[in-house]
């Protein structure tokens, strides 16, 4: 069983940058995989990102080049670097773990908003 607990979210203007940081109960090496998702109003939840054991990396199209995924497993954390963003940008983020069975946090609002 893995326990997520999300923070770095706010309110920032178009073009600006935020950080999200996912803290894990356990060691996210020994976790499958893990991920961002995100979920507007009125929108199903779609993957932003996703970052394996071995290290590999999976973005949204919509994303690429703008957000990086990347962890720090010496503190068992996982992050979600976003840089450009846009008002299309919007939405509540959650972090997934996978092992054996997919876990959530709990989520972390982002607004991008002038």
């Known amino acids: 069983q893995v326990q997520l607990v999300e923070s770095g979210g706010g309110l920032v203007q178009p073009g600006g940058s935020l950080r999200l940081s996912c803290a894990a109960s356990?060691?996210?090496?020994?976790?499958?995989?893990m991920g961002w998702y995100r979920q507007a109003p009125g929108k199903q939840r779609e993957l932003v990102a996703a970052?394996?054991?071995?290290?590999?990396?999976n973005y949204a199209d919509s994303v690429k080049g703008r957000f990086t995924i990347s962890r720090d497993s010496a503190k068992n954390t996982v992050y979600l670097q976003m840089n450009s963003l846009k008002p299309e940008d919007t939405a509540v983020y959650y972090c997934?773990?996978?092992?054996?069975?997919?876990?959530w946090g709990q989520g972390t609002q982002v607004t991008v908003s002038s």
């Open positions: 970052l394996s054991r071995g290290g590999s990396t």
């Open positions: 356990r060691s996210i090496l020994s976790i499958s995989a």
């Open positions: 997934k773990a996978t092992m054996f069975r997919d876990y």
